[in-house]
């Protein structure tokens, strides 16, 4: 029987802090930050964007894998994104706020996460009859979109008439 995905990773983190365990200590930075780069690529792995850049930001600059692991947790961001978008507009954006929520961690100044995660929850209220909670969601995040990019529109071919209209009337009340 073949383990599971979850199972290696599992597997992977045990026996990644056992060697830390026996191994004999060098520096105590260099230990901490060797594990903090595994950590990074274990959370990535496991599809978690967020804890996989949060535990990035705490690795020194000069650290010899960083500019390696902020390129991998950039593009996972920017593929789960996609596949986040691609959920949204097969009529599932339930599926794509945890997604697109992660990947806004990594890549917070980019307006389109912004932009797709105000259709998700507004996609999200119109399915479930309208809710103040998710409009206001939609709201806050089409401001961050036109806040990081001014010049932002929805495309027409991407975006339905009904989300345009929601996204200028959004965007005339400043």
């Known amino acids: 029987m073949c383990p599971s995905r979850s199972t290696f990773r599992l597997t992977r983190l045990g026996l990644l802090l056992s060697a830390l365990l026996v191994a004999p200590r060098g520096s105590g930075a260099q230990d901490a930050n060797a594990v903090d780069a595994e950590m990074v690529r274990v959370f990535l792995e496991s599809g978690n964007i967020g804890k996989a850049w949060k ?75 309208g809710s103040a ?14 806040s990081l990019s001014p010049d932002l529109e929805p495309d027409p071919a991407v975006f339905s008439p009904r989300f345009r209209a929601f996204f200028k009337e959004v965007d005339s009340v400043k």
């Open 55 to 129: 535990k990035l930001a705490g690795l020194p600059l000069d650290h010899p894998l960083r500019p390696t692991l902020d390129r991998e947790v950039v593009e996972r961001a920017e593929a789960k994104a996609r596949d986040a978008a691609r959920r949204i507009l097969e009529g599932k954006p339930e599926d794509a706020v945890p997604a697109l929520l992660d990947a806004k961690i990594a890549l917070p100044r980019r307006a389109s996460i912004h932009l797709y995660l105000a259709l998700a929850y507004f996609t999200r209220s119109l399915k479930g009859g």
């Open 133 to 146: 909670a998710l409009d206001e969601r939609a709201r806050a995040a089409i401001r961050e979109a036109r």
